[in-house]
């Protein structure tokens, strides 16, 4: 390997770890921002524990909340709608199938808060593993449509 190659390589992994810390960032305190929002609002009219009282809406209401931030993030950066909707939704369907899960059995109903808030970051670096040209900045996130 060349110095030129290391090089690249350290830069196009510098650019995929500052885009996921970036993303990761976005959506976590905007997600909080709209929980406070949010389950607020819900203590006000008599839901003042909804994580507790309804533990698969408060999760499905916090996959929303993890995922506008960051689609409207993506979209102020400029990035195509497909690797945008790819990113959100591999943060809702986290949300849908933690849900799923929690009603099957396979997980308890009252933990589904806290694995939606632990894997939001991890599911979202899965789905950038699987357009690393995009992310590492290999390719313009302006000119990748498909």
């Known amino acids: 390997m ?3 190659t290391k090089y690249s390589s350290v830069r196009y992994a510098g650019h995929f770890l500052l885009h996921l810390l970036e993303m990761c960032v976005t959506m976590c305190v905007g997600a ?16 003042p524990d909804l994580v507790r009282q ?5 999760t499905l ?24 909707l790819e990113m959100g939704g591999a943060t809702l369907a986290l949300g849908i199938l933690l849900i799923a899960a929690g ?5 308890p109903v009252s933990d589904l808060f806290e ?32």
Request: include cysteine; charge should be positive; charged fraction near 10%.
């Open 54 to 58: 309804a533990p698969a809406f408060a």
């Open 2 to 4: 060349t110095t030129q």
């Open 103 to 107: 009603w099957l059995g396979i997980i």
């Open 61 to 84: 209401v916090l996959a929303i909340n993890l995922t506008v931030p960051m689609v409207a993030w993506m979209r102020f950066r400029r990035h195509e709608w497909r690797p945008t």
């Open 32 to 47: 909080v921002i709209l929980s406070f929002a949010f389950f607020g609002g819900a203590a006000l009219i008599g839901y």
């Open 115 to 146: 694995w939606e808030i632990r894997l939001a970051c991890p599911v979202m670096l899965v789905a950038m593993l699987f357009r690393l040209d995009l992310y590492t900045g290999r390719m313009s996130h302006h000119a990748h449509a498909a």
